[in-house]
């Protein structure tokens, strides 16, 4: 059986297809198979549960699950049609999370679904959101990602919690032409508490948030091995970013305006408002 370190976004995105209008779905065949379901009995009980949460989250449930006609082969020429079902990204999210949960794949494919999800819903109404808004969007990306980094980096061999931190370090200094992270805690005048990720605006977050994506997207594709390797990959991988902030004459993050509120501000506001609501 396949363990989880085999597994990465691309298992997922291999089995992916696009229709004739550009748009992206899935077949529940194939991922029955990559969620490693013998029984296509057993994996339709998971897809009625799904279909049931969407119903229940008020989608059309047709607009998610089309139910498709396939012939596949069987011997001597001769095909037979099998059923299937043409999944969206979001039906995909909810099969899984009503999947096995004993399933190793399946936690790899929870994160892989939910944050994708969330990141094309981002993209669809990123600019309609408040500067307020971006950051707390970016900033809920950035505590996914650093799960699956932390991931990846403890398969590379960063095992340790010193290690993990001076990893983390070396990202900071590859994207911040050297800074590490106490360096940026001080330019923005933290308390020593508080979270650098946290006094971070928009476009700040964003450049961290390619870092870390592309770091635990080499480290996996790659296959690094080594803390010292895993060290460095992630500061090429943030030095890279630096460079293509400069060719785009961009600001470079150091240089760019700490906010005034802190996450937890913006969330203690929200949060009242909401309850006023």
Known sequence: MKTVEKYSEKTFEDIKHINENGQEFWFA????????????????????????ACKNSGFSVEDHFADVGKMVPIGSAAKRQIDDVMLSRYACYLI????????????????????????????????????????????????????SLAESAKMAGVVEPRDYAIFQNRGYQGLYGGLGAKEIHQRKGLKKSQKILDHMGSTELAANLFRATQTDEKLRRDKVQGKEAAC???YQVGAKVRQTIGELGGTMPEDLPTPEKSIQQIEREQKSWNQIQ
């Open 29 to 52: 065949r194939e991922l029955k198979d990559v969620l490693e379901y013998a029984q296509w009995r057993r994996f339709s009980e998971a897809i009625e549960r799904a279909k049931l």
């Open 96 to 147: 899984v999370m009503n999947a096995d949960p004993r399933k190793e794949i399946i936690a790899v494919g929870q994160t892989y679904f939910a944050v994708k999800t969330r990141q094309q819903e981002l993209i669809e109404h990123y600019d309609d959101l408040s500067e307020d808004q971006k950051r707390l969007a970016i900033r809920g990306e950035m505590i996914a990602h650093n799960k």
């Open 232 to 234: 460095e990959t992630h």
